[in-house]
């Protein structure tokens, strides 16, 4: 007796078995759009803003929940509703990440100046 294994099924090429493991997973959806992401600046900028960005997964994905249950109460079909990385995809297109980011307080782009300007000090007597 041999089974098979049909948990592949219905997959024609190994593109769309890709797809369909990104959808079921939403910090792996994130992770791959946030990897093909091109950020300004020089590479420890970049590095800056791409942790900064991998940190906001879930203020992100609580916000696609936000969306997502805004469209079930309108009563729109389950068929139409948005994935999660048509929601990436839409929301990087209106609000790129590099716009996101450079709009944040050096402080929260974990770029300092206290090397240089340290904090003073007054003693008085």
Do not use: C
């Amino acid at each position: 007796m041999t089974t098979t294994n049909n948990a592949f099924a219905g997959f024609t090429t190994a593109n769309d078995l890709g797809e369909f493991m990104v959808e079921q997973d939403p910090q792996t959806a994130f992770m791959t759009h946030l990897a093909g992401q091109q950020f300004r600046g020089t590479n420890p900028m970049q590095d800056r803003a791409r942790d900064y960005f991998q940190g906001q997964y879930s203020n992100i994905y609580n916000r696609f929940l936000g969306d997502r249950g805004l469209e079930m109460k309108s009563q729109k079909d389950p068929a139409k509703w948005t994935t999660f990385s048509q929601y990436l995809e839409n929301k990087s297109t209106e609000n790129p990440y590099t716009q996101r980011y450079a709009a944040r307080t050096p402080y929260e782009r974990g770029m300092s100046t206290r090397r240089f300007a340290p904090s003073t000090r007054f003693i008085t007597y």
